[in-house]
T-cell receptor, first 117, second 111 residues
Framework: EAGVAQSPRYKIIEKRQSVAFWCNPI?????LYWYQQILGQGPKLLIQ????????DSQLPKDRFSAERLKGVDSTLKIQPAKLEDSAVYLC???????????????FGPGTRLLVL | DAKTTQPPSMDCAEGRAANLPCNHS???????VYWYRQIHSQGPQYIIH???NNETNEMASLIITEDRKSSTLILPHATLRDTAVYYC????????????FGSGTKLNVKP
């Protein structure tokens, strides 16, 4: 089966610019996650969707970050305006859901590496 | 936020077993222990998970202590391709349970 797709793979922008990342989860996976991974740290969950609804966005900096998952499939994560500290890898993951139970495996995409200058 | 404690790094000789410890003393009864690994420049990859019994799959074995306060991931015959950061995570199975990655253990497999 095809894995989680993300684009672009790399992005360089200047501070105060805006940027958007795209994720296409594995077909049939209802749950989608966006993580931020700063160099040397583990991934930090930014937002979790189930279908097109938000389950958890408690760690999303809502003044500058936004995410949507229209039609419950693809998702976009946007940063506007970007700050230097947003330099990180942005990972998308998806998992299967049966009822309220998430199956154990999260499948991760390759990530988008963002550098803010 | 992370509920687990892991050593920052470990070395292992190629062909030998790699034993990666994890402390999760505050784990609750309905929380599972998951292990993921992240090879350089790739997204994390699922390895194994368990509740209270020991588990084994084609990649690794998971040993959970009887009190469930700690666990060990065992790679029986480490290869150079097992060099990665290994994350131990505890969470419940429901869609409202959060998934916290700590800093993980960097395993260096040496020839």
């Amino acid at each position: 089966e095809a894995g989680v797709a993300q684009s672009p793979r790399y992005k360089i922008i200047e501070k105060r610019q805006s940027v958007a990342f795209w994720c296409n989860p594995i077909s049939g996976h209802a749950t989608l996650y966006w993580y931020q991974q700063i160099l040397g740290q583990g991934p930090k969950l930014l937002i979790q969707f189930q279908n097109n609804g938000v389950v958890d966005d408690s760690q999303l900096p809502k003044d500058r970050f936004s995410a949507e998952r229209l039609k419950g499939v693809d998702s976009t994560l946007k940063i506007q305006p970007a700050k230097l500290e947003d330099s990180a890898v942005y990972l998308c993951a998806s998992s299967l859901v049966k009822g309220r139970v998430i199956q154990e495996t999260q499948y991760f995409g390759p990530g988008t590496r963002l550098l803010v200058l | 936020d992370a509920k687990t404690t892991q050593p920052p790094s470990m070395d292992c000789a190629e062909g030998r077993a790699a034993n990666l410890p994890c402390n999760h003393s505050t784990i609750s009864g309905n929380e599972y222990v998951y292990w993921y690994r992240q090879i350089h420049s790739q997204g994390p990859q699922y390895i194994i998970h368990g509740l209270k019994n020991n588990e084994t799959n084609e990649m690794a074995s998971l040993i959970i202590t009887e009190d469930r306060k700690s666990s060990t991931l065992i790679l029986p015959h480490a290869t150079l391709r097992d060099t990665a950061v290994y994350y131990c995570i505890v969470r419940g199975l429901y869609n409202f349970n959060k998934f916290y990655f700590g800093s993980g253990t960097k395993l260096n497999v040496k020839p």
